[in-house]
Structures are given as C-alpha cells and as structure tokens.
C-alpha cells in the first residue's frame, strides 16, 4: 500500500528555470514531511522539511507548499542548477514517537544547460 | 561533526548466507533507523532502535533483524541470504523522536 504518491518519475529543467515536483499523502497521522536530495553512490541528504501547521518553508532557492486539506506537498527549486541534477524524494513520517518515514517512489531531475 | 558511517560500504555474499552491517550514528543521536532501496520497491523502512530498544518494525520477515548497543552504534542481520536481498541498505540517525532524520552512504550488498 503505498501511502506516499510522488510525481513526476523524472523531470527535465533548463537551467535557471523553477523545478517542481509534487507528493500526495493519504494518512492523516501524518505530521512531518521531509525532502530529501540523492546523488549516485551517496545516501539521501534532508534538503529541507516541513511540519503541517505552515503551508510553505523556504530555505534558500527550496521552498516547500503544503496543503492540508488537500493532503498534498510540493518542492520548489527556483533558478535549478546543474548541480541540482540528482534523485528527490519526498517522505512522511507520523506521530511523536514514531521514527518510520514512508518515501514517495522518487523524482529523477535533470537540469540542463 | 561526523555523519552517519556505514560499513562494510560494499559486500558480495552467496545464497544462503549470512551477513551483518553495521552503523555508527552522529555522535549524541540516540535513535537509528534502518531501509532497504531497490530500483523496484523504492525505500523501505526495516526497523528502529532507540536506547537499545526496537520501537517499530517494517513488513521484512524475520530473516531481517537488528540491534542496537549502549553506544549507540547498531547492527542489522540478514541470514539465510536470498537472490532478493540484494539491495542498498541505508541507516538514518536522529537524536530522537520528532529530530530529523540523517542518512549514511549505505551498504550496497550484492547477492550471487
């Protein structure tokens, strides 16, 4: 059952351009949602995250949108880089006291020049 | 400060066998957690200890199992070693609950 839905499987930005990629959860209980960036041959690194009582974050050129009543969230990424190009997941975790983060099934982003 | 170091970082094993990985978490993180990646079924969470205590447990069979010491550090097993095991296994530490979550490079383990 996959609880955490993640789209687009891959993505092509021109450089300079705004990324986004978009996850959609179906558990209430839900109440933290990270992003995390991954490069070939390296564990995921937490990009930036998100708790369900703001409906955006942004650190630096990332911003989080998080809809609530929708039960969705999005990552921005404004002026992409090619050294943006990598893997991003989106993930949810539950209640205080539970450290199980449920992935979306990725986003591969390609940034070219 | 040190990440999250995983070892061995890469491991070839047969069919049958079995292995052990192990995770160092950043110093002063209290909760481990561990997942297994494949191309197929994406992350997966397998198991999470916190002072030496599993609190959660993903949907693996018990061939899969862990543990975590005084210190810290933690260990997950894999007996009886099959041709679907073949995997990145990832290990995330946290300094406990609702602390983000810090992941280390994995063991990619390979299976023959």
């Known amino acids: 059952q996959q609880q955490v839905k993640q789209s687009p499987q891959s993505l092509i930005v021109q450089k300079g351009g705004i990324s986004i990629i978009n996850c959609a959860y179906e558990?209430?209980?839900?109440?933290?949602f990270p992003w995390y960036q991954q490069f070939p041959g390296k564990g995921p690194a937490l990009l930036i995250a998100?708790?369900?009582?703001?409906s955006e974050k942004k650190e630096g050129r990332f911003t989080i949108s998080f809809n609530k009543s929708a039960k969705q969230f999005s990552l921005h990424i404004m002026d992409s880089q090619p050294g943006d190009s990598a893997t991003y997941f989106c993930?949810?975790?539950?209640?205080?006291?539970?450290?199980?983060?449920?992935f979306g099934t990725g986003t591969r982003l390609t940034i070219i020049p | 400060k040190a990440g999250v170091t995983q070892t061995p970082r890469y491991l070839i094993k047969t069919r049958g066998q079995q292995v052990t990985l192990s995770c160092s978490p950043i110093?002063?993180?209290?909760?481990v957690s561990w997942y297994q990646q494949t191309p197929g079924q994406g992350l997966q969470f397998l198991f999470e200890?916190?002072?030496?205590?599993?609190?959660n447990k993903g949907n693996f069979p018990g061939r899969f199992s862990g543990r975590q010491f005084s210190n810290s550090r933690s260990e997950m097993n894999v007996s009886t070693l099959e041709l679907g095991d073949s995997a990145l296994y990832l290990c995330?530490?946290?300094?406990?609950?609702?602390?983000?979550?810090?992941f280390g490079d994995g063991t990619r383990l390979s299976i023959l």
């Open positions: 995330a530490s946290s300094s406990g609950p609702s602390g983000s979550q810090h």
């Open positions: 558990n209430t209980a839900f109440d933290y």
């Open positions: 998100i708790r369900p009582d703001v």
């Open positions: 993930a949810a975790r539950g209640i205080f006291g539970n450290e199980k983060l449920t």
């Open positions: 110093s002063g993180h209290r909760s």
């Open positions: 200890y916190f002072s030496e205590t599993q609190r």
